[in-house]
């Protein structure tokens, strides 16, 4: 009896044990099963979301996390690309596997910019007689054909990356990323029924352009052409615009007359003078007609927040919100003015000008009169500012024309190696209020001016380069003499 009740209790205690084996399995299996359930949820809306987020455009899916923003499109081109009604397809021309990433990027902005750009990628191996539908020339690899109907422009991939001699190895660097400006600049010529002219007068020792304002010019798809009024007698008829640029002696009366005449007629001119004691009575004449008149001297600069380089005659102007620089003077760029006039307005002028501020002084500012003088501090014989530097003039002829002039006091505006000081400040400036008065409805100048990919300077004011000297030199050395003492003295103390 007793072994048969021993068997007895083990072998419930086997089926108790069994019992509770078999409830945990099940719960394992439960809870496993929850857990891949979850899984496979948690799976399923990850690729969901990735679809979806896929679907998106770059624009809000990616970030542009370079120092020069390769990748983006400003808003100058967006603008512009908002404004496109026509349809533009642009051929990347590059083997399979071989495309330039940051262009393809770059393509790709345009191409979620505006329903009318399409982007296609043309393999030269497998379509070799492609390029030869639009050029006669050779198209190298990663090279752009922009197209609109008839119409098109080859981007050529040297023009996209800019190069610059290193004398300290004598090897050449890139130096600059031009992708926006050349791709915008051959969507707008190709979208162009009529392409502005710009003259520039010559005959009278004018300043030459500078090489990167005058690509910037043809980068805006104008024509530059050189004009000589002794030959010519009056400005063409299709001329969009009259380029007076800084001349060393005086124009003619005849061709006084004639530039007048142009612009009378709703002409339109950008005019630079630098300061010359020659006498200048006709293009003084010109200026005079449209309400302004030089001041005599060189402008100093009396507040050290408006001038740069320790030189008070290397001025940091104000930049105005008038509409021939509206855009531009929201971006915050200085504008570095070397040597230059002051400009005032006449007490009598016409009703039918509008004159507008788009460079100004300080009210410390002064105009030199003697610079055969050895102080650059203020005299009785000096003239009181403020003055404008540089102005916008506009006047109604009728309905259908309208005269605009822009007119800056110093030709050094558009020195490269001065612009450089202002990170290309004066570069923006002048081409944008170049384009403001040779964009029509019929013709869009738009120019973007290429990234560069070397140390970009930083510009300090007089006052800032004074303020931190005495903060490195004098203040923080004397915070560590004062505390340096302090801790010595408590030192000596204890």
Request: contains cysteine.
């Amino acid at each position: 009896m007793k072994l048969t009740g021993i068997f007895k209790k083990k072998n419930k205690d086997q089926n108790e044990k069994k019992h509770i084996k078999k409830g945990i399995n099940k719960k394992t299996l439960k809870n496993g099963s929850y857990s891949v359930i979850l899984s496979v949820i948690f799976v399923v809306i990850i690729v969901v979301v990735n679809l979806i987020v896929d679907a998106f455009p770059s624009t809000y899916t990616e970030i542009d996390v370079s120092d020069q923003q390769l990748f983006s499109i400003g808003d100058q081109t967006k603008d512009f690309l908002k404004e496109l009604d026509k349809d533009v397809t642009i051929y990347q021309i590059a083997q399979s596997g071989s495309e330039d990433e940051v262009v393809s990027k770059l393509l790709q902005k345009y191409e979620e910019a505006s329903d009318h750009i399409k982007v296609e990628k043309k393999d030269p191996v497998v379509n070799p007689k492609f390029t030869s539908e639009y050029t006669d020339e050779e198209v190298s690899s990663n090279s752009l054909i922009v197209v609109c109907g008839d119409r098109s422009k080859v981007v050529d991939y040297n023009n996209i990356y800019e190069s610059s001699m290193d004398y300290t190895t004598y090897s050449y660097t890139t130096s600059g990323f031009d992708g926006e400006g050349q791709i915008t600049s051959a969507i707008s010529y190709v979208t162009s029924d009529n392409l502005p002219v710009l003259y520039t007068l010559d005959g009278h020792g004018e300043k030459s352009l500078d090489s990167t304002l005058q690509e910037d010019i043809e980068k805006a798809n104008m024509e530059i052409k050189s004009l000589n009024l002794l030959t010519e007698e009056s400005v063409p008829e299709d001329a969009d615009c009259l380029m007076i640029n800084s001349p060393s002696t005086d124009i003619s009366e005849d061709e006084r007359d004639a530039i007048i005449e142009y612009l009378e007629n709703g002409g339109k001119a950008m005019i630079f003078s630098d300061y010359t004691e020659e006498s200048m009575d006709n293009f003084d004449a010109v200026l005079e007609n449209y309400g302004v008149e030089r001041v005599d001297g060189i402008v100093i600069e009396g507040d050290a927040q408006h001038y740069a380089m320790q030189m008070p005659y290397y001025l940091l102007p104000d930049v105005g919100s008038a509409e021939a620089v509206s855009d531009f003077s929201s971006q915050g760029y200085f504008i570095l003015a070397p040597y230059a006039q002051g400009i005032r307005q006449l007490d009598n002028v016409r009703d039918t000008l509008t004159i507008e501020s788009l460079l100004t002084t300080s009210d410390d500012a002064y105009s030199k009169t003697d610079l055969n003088t050895e102080t650059l501090e203020k005299t009785d014989e000096d003239i009181d500012g403020p003055f404008d530097i540089g102005v916008s003039i506009t006047e109604e002829v009728d309905d259908d024309k309208t005269t605009q002039i822009v007119y800056y006091s110093t030709a050094n505006l558009m020195d490269s190696q001065i612009n450089q000081m202002v990170a290309g400040g004066n570069e923006q400036m002048i081409t944008e209020s170049l384009n403001w008065m040779c964009s029509t409805d019929e013709t869009s100048t738009i120019s973007i001016p290429s990234k560069s990919l070397e140390v970009s300077y930083l510009t300090v004011t007089a006052y800032d380069a004074a303020y931190w000297k005495i903060c490195v030199m004098g203040l923080i050395p004397g915070v560590f003499l004062v505390v340096g003492f302090v801790v010595w003295l408590k030192r000596r103390k204890a």
